[in-house]
């Protein structure tokens, strides 16, 4: 079974810190994705990636970075922490035309 | 880019009851249909999916119908039970490309 492991369950953090949220796939996917999660508004596409070193914006790419230095690991940063940036995120990877694997997501407060 | 809408947002059904959950997509270029059930905690795992070839599939007590020229496909779930209580996402994507999801169904089955 695919395995997609985000390093922490839960994480709070105060207005203007750099926050780093981790994501670690098993199987050897190509892509690797970067959601957040909010209440009548599904999951929202922060950035993906295709491939190590290679990034491409979502839809709301605004005020998040991301970094992926090996083919299994897959990072979201947030350069200056917002209280608007409370949510739940959630990390997926995939092959090409297969159905995305989810990790539990990390529920970040921003305090 | 594509757009997918999915209703309703809530759904309450009597255990042993059918849940029906529709969903529509705007690009038909679309090919390929999933469908997620995220439990309390957790992140979404895919139950079902359809590809834009096939109208119908079924997997024990849930199926997915798809209609190409309308632009909508639908999950059924039979006789119910409360372990089927969970939010459920559609979702729908070109090979290779990104995945747009819906905004989700709250589904209650009531004992």
């Known amino acids: 079974d695919v395995k997609v492991t985000q390093s922490s369950r839960y994480l709070v953090k105060r207005t203007g810190e750099k926050v780093f949220l981790e994501c670690v796939q098993d199987?050897?996917?190509?892509?690797m994705f970067w959601y957040r999660q909010d209440p009548g508004l599904g999951l929202r596409l922060i950035y993906f990636s295709y491939d190590v070193k290679m990034k491409e914006k979502g839809d709301i790419p605004e005020g998040y970075s991301v970094s992926r230095e090996k083919k299994e690991r897959f990072s979201l940063i947030l350069e200056s922490a917002s209280t608007n940036q409370t949510s739940m995120y959630l990390c997926?990877?995939?092959?090409?035309?297969?159905?995305?694997?989810f990790g539990d997501g990390t529920r970040l407060s921003i305090l | 880019g594509e757009n997918v809408e999915q209703h309703p947002s809530t759904l309450s059904v009597q255990e042993g009851d059918s849940a029906v959950i529709k969903c529509t997509y705007s690009d038909s270029a679309s090919n390929y249909f999933p469908w997620y059930k995220q439990e309390l905690g957790k992140g979404p795992q895919l139950i079902i999916d359809?590809?834009?070839?096939?109208g119908e599939k079924k997997d024990q007590r849930i199926a997915v119908t798809l209609n190409k020229t309308a632009k909508h496909f639908s999950l059924h779930i039979t006789e119910t039970q409360p372990e089927d209580s969970a939010v459920y996402f559609c979702a729908a994507s070109k090979t290779g490309n990104q995945f747009y999801f819906g905004t989700g169904t709250s589904l209650t089955v009531i004992p």
């Open positions: 199987m050897d996917h190509e892509n």
């Open positions: 359809i590809r834009s070839n096939v």
């Open positions: 997926a990877s995939d092959l090409r035309g297969q159905p995305q694997h």
